[in-house]
């Protein structure tokens, strides 16, 4: 079971969700040989949790089980498939992570430098003098204000100018770099970083920088009024007694979320972009070792990730994980660094606990 010495970071602790595989003659549900486990625990989850999602487990790159579970749309009975797209939420962290390293690499923004040098306009501001890092940790002592809101802040159309603006007045809540405190400005003030050193916007960048290299077919920014074919909707539960009440997500608008979490993708395509940054694709040696070092003063953060000693299979090592909810639309992906196993929950419902279900797979032999 991988331990998650996370605490300080409770509040940024969110659920994640699951995938199917493809059926292959001899072996359940599609799942490569040595898949069993996986597919016993996993259905047993699924079952007594009603989980909805995919999940997929992979063996240095190797899909080892992939399998989809319940309904990407509850009025229509349409079943997941393992290609289903969902919104991944705050796994869009991670992307956006990658982008400010790429521009670190490329001498554009330093990481230790004040983002007003490079967004002046901000230069009279409380938060002028915070750092990139800071920013990358959640300690840049801004307003958690947006954590605190619920949906309020995302139930307007807001670029990231403008949801700065509303969520980063008023002076710092504490000084940079003094504690852990999520929140998803931080990435706005990132996501408008991005824009002004490289003189385009966040989801193009994401296009040609990562998606694109890598030919993920599926992955991509959000809009309001886009139509994507593929995409699950996404649901919660009402009601503390199970089985609850399911109800469609309340409306919202994706942009609103912008480089914090308003991106869509399936499994596959992450476990793509997990096996770039492990085999140094998008980025160096160097800079993928600044991105996962862990900060264990502010809880384990890394960039983009929680970096953490764990067990998977019954082997110590690192892991690093990320996680990610936006009422129904669940998501998680952990990585153990030393051994070159990821896991991939993808979920369109806040019905199952996917702590449980991430403690389940990195049991499994």
């Not at 800071?134 to 801004?142: D, N």
């Not at 990231?160 to 002076?171: D, K, L, M, Y």
């Not at 600044?290 to 110590?316: I, K, N, Q």
């Amino acid at each position: 079971m991988t331990s998650l010495p996370l605490r300080r970071a409770a509040a940024a602790a969110l659920l994640f969700g699951l995938p199917l595989l493809a059926a292959a003659a001899g072996h359940p549900a599609g799942s490569a040989p040595g898949a069993a486990g996986f597919d016993v625990v996993v259905r047993d989850f699924a079952r007594s949790q009603h989980f909805r999602g995919v999940v997929l487990v992979a063996d240095h790159g190797k899909p080892i089980y992939r399998r989809a579970f319940g309904l990407a749309s509850e009025e229509w009975r349409q079943p997941n498939r393992v290609d289903t797209r969902f919104r991944i939420a705050s796994l869009t962290k991670t992307f956006t992570a990658v982008l400010v390293m790429r521009a670190v690499e490329a001498g554009r923004l330093q990481l230790d430098a004040p983002l007003a040098r490079w967004l002046p306009a901000y230069a009279e501001r409380p938060f002028a003098a915070v750092t990139v890092d800071e920013l990358l940790t959640y300690a840049s002592g801004l307003s958690d204000h947006d954590q605190n809101d619920g949906m309020r802040p995302y139930q307007q159309p807001l670029d990231a100018a403008a949801f700065i603006e509303r969520e980063a007045g008023g002076p710092l809540q504490s000084p940079p770099a003094s504690r852990f405190a999520y929140k998803n400005v931080d990435y706005r003030l990132l996501e408008q970083l991005l824009e002004a050193v490289e003189g385009k916007p966040f989801a193009t960048l994401v296009d040609e920088r990562i998606v694109k290299p890598l030919g993920l077919r599926d992955t991509a920014v959000l809009r309001s009024g886009d139509l994507v074919p593929r995409l699950a909707s996404a649901y919660v539960v009402e009601g503390d007694s199970a089985p609850g009440v399911l109800r469609a997500d309340p409306p919202y608008f994706p942009e609103s979320f912008g480089a914090a979490g308003a991106m869509r993708s399936t499994v596959d395509d992450l476990l793509r972009f997990d096996s770039a940054l492990r085999e140094y694709r998008l980025l160096n040696r160097q800079s993928t070792a600044t991105m996962l070092r862990a900060h264990e003063a502010l809880g384990y953060v890394a960039y983009g990730f929680w970096t953490y000693p764990c067990s998977v299979a019954g082997r110590d090592s690192r892991c690093a994980e990320r996680q990610g909810a936006i009422q129904g639309s669940n998501a998680l992906w952990l990585r153990d660094l030393d051994h070159g196993r990821s896991f991939i929950v993808l979920s369109n419902s806040n019905e199952a606990d996917l702590q449980k279900l991430k403690a389940l797979l990195t049991d499994v032999p």
